[in-house]
T-cell receptor, first 117, second 118 residues
C-alpha cells in the first residue's frame, strides 16, 4: 500500500535551468496538492489539481511555475529558469475522490529538496 | 482570509511527561477542519490528528489529544507520556470544509519545534 511518492528526493540546479518535480499520489487518489516550504518556515499552498484540471493555482507564482496532472502518469511541478529564491522543499499531497471523512485528509509525500546554485 | 498562528517557536518536555502545543486561528467560516501534522528530521509530513469543527467532542489518537475551543478559535495539541520519537516540528493546519469545487488547500501555521529530553 504505497503512499505518496515524490522524485527526485534531492535536486540541484544552476540558475537558469529547469526543474521538474514528480509526484505519484496514493493509488486511487485523484486530488493532488503542491506545497512549498522555505527554510525555517511552514508549508505554503501552491496549486491544487484534479485529473487533467487545475482547480486552484492561487499560490503559484505567475511566472516560471507550472503544474499538471495528466490522465496517465504522475503530477509534475515545473519550474523554468530557476533562481536562488526557488531553493526550498516542495511537498506533494493527495486525497481520494468523492465526499466524506477520508477525502478531507491530505497525505503527504517525503518532499523534494531543490537547491539552486 | 484564514490565518493560523502558532506562538511557541520551540518547546521542550521531559520524557514521559505531558506537553501542550498551542494553535489559534482566524476564520469567518463556521464549518472547517483542523489538523496537527508532525515533521521529524526526515522532513516527512505525518498526520497526527484531525478535528471537524462541527463536532464538540475533542479528537483523540492514542497519546495525542486536542483541546478544541471553537468560540475562542483555539486548537491545542496535548502529547501525553512523551517519547523520544515525538521530537519533531509540529504544524497546525486549517482547511475549509466545503467550497463547492473551490480550494481544499491547507493553511499552515509556522510550526513549533518540540524537543524531548531523556
Amino acid at each position: 500500500n504505497a503512499g505518496v511518492m515524490q522524485n527526485p528526493r534531492h535536486l540541484v540546479r544552476r540558475r537558469g535551468q529547469e526543474a521538474r518535480l514528480r509526484c505519484s499520489p496514493v493509488k486511487g487518489h485523484s486530488h493532488v496538492y503542491w506545497y512549498r516550504q522555505l527554510p525555517e518556515e511552514g508549508l505554503k499552498f501552491m496549486v491544487y489539481l484534479q485529473k487533467e484540471n487545475i482547480i486552484d493555482e492561487s499560490g503559484m507564482p505567475k511566472e516560471r511555475f507550472s503544474a499538471e496532472f495528466p490522465k496517465e502518469g504522475p503530477s509534475i511541478l515545473r519550474i523554468q529558469q530557476v533562481v536562488r529564491g526557488d531553493s526550498a522543499a516542495y511537498f506533494c499531497a493527495s486525497s481520494p475522490p468523492g465526499a466524506g471523512h477520508t477525502t478531507d485528509t491530505q497525505y503527504f509525500g517525503p518532499g523534494t529538496r531543490l537547491t539552486v546554485l | 482570509a484564514q490565518t493560523v498562528t502558532q506562538s511557541q517557536p520551540e518547546m521542550s518536555v521531559q520524557e514521559a511527561e505531558t506537553v501542550t502545543l498551542s494553535c489559534t486561528y482566524d476564520t469567518s467560516e463556521s464549518d472547517y477542519y483542523l489538523f496537527w501534522y508532525k515533521q521529524p528530521p526526515s522532513r516527512q509530513m505525518i498526520l497526527v490528528i484531525r478535528q471537524e469543527a462541527y463536532k464538540q467532542q475533542n479528537a483523540t489518537e492514542n497519546r495525542f489529544s486536542v483541546n478544541f475551543q471553537k468560540a475562542a478559535k483555539s486548537f491545542s495539541l496535548k502529547i501525553s507520556d512523551s517519547q523520544l520519537g515525538d521530537a519533531a516540528m509540529y504544524f497546525c493546519a486549517y482547511r475549509t470544509r466545503w467550497g463547492g469545487g473551490a480550494t481544499n488547500k491547507l493553511i499552515f501555521g509556522t510550526g513549533t519545534l518540540l524537543a524531548v529530553q531523556p
